[in-house]
C-alpha cells in the first residue's frame, strides 16, 4: 500500500510563491513517474508536472516557465515550487504516484491552493 502526503498549500497573493511537498511510503524510485495534478471547481482534474523515474520532467503549457517539478530521491519526497502564481491558478493540488508493473496509481489527500487577485 503506497500512501502519500502532500505539504505546503495555502493562500498567497497574485505573483507570489508556493512550493508543494508531497512525502511517499517508501521509495520513490519504484514508480514510473510521479505526478502534480490540479482541480479546480467545476473542472476537470488536469496534468500540472510529472517527472519520471529517470528524471525526465514535462509540464502543462499553463505552467511551463512558471513551474518546476523535483524530487529528493533520499527523502522520499516530490516537490513543486510555483513562482508567478495567478487566480487562475488556484485549485485542490493532488499527487500521483504510477507504477507500470504491477500496475498502481496511488493518489495523495490534496492540498488547497489559493491565489488572490
Known amino acids: 500500500q503506497v500512501q502519500l502526503a502532500e505539504s505546503g498549500g495555502g493562500l498567497v497573493q497574485a505573483g507570489g510563491s508556493l512550493r508543494l511537498s508531497c512525502a511517499a511510503s517508501?521509495?520513490?524510485?519504484?514508480?514510473?513517474?510521479m505526478g502534480w495534478y490540479r482541480q479546480a471547481p467545476g473542472k476537470q482534474r488536469e496534468l500540472v508536472a510529472r517527472?519520471?523515474?529517470?528524471?525526465?520532467?514535462n509540464y502543462a503549457d499553463s505552467v511551463e516557465g512558471r513551474f518546476t517539478i523535483s524530487r529528493d530521491n533520499a527523502k522520499n519526497t516530490v516537490y513543486l515550487q510555483m513562482n508567478s502564481l495567478k487566480p487562475e491558478d488556484t485549485a485542490v493540488y493532488y499527487c500521483?504516484?504510477?507504477?507500470?508493473?504491477?500496475?498502481?496509481?496511488?493518489w495523495g489527500q490534496g492540498t488547497q491552493v489559493t491565489v488572490s487577485s
Open positions: 500521483n504516484a504510477v507504477r507500470l508493473g504491477p500496475p498502481l496509481s496511488a
Open positions: 517508501g521509495n520513490i524510485l519504484r514508480f514510473n513517474a
Open positions: 517527472i519520471t523515474s529517470g528524471g525526465t520532467t
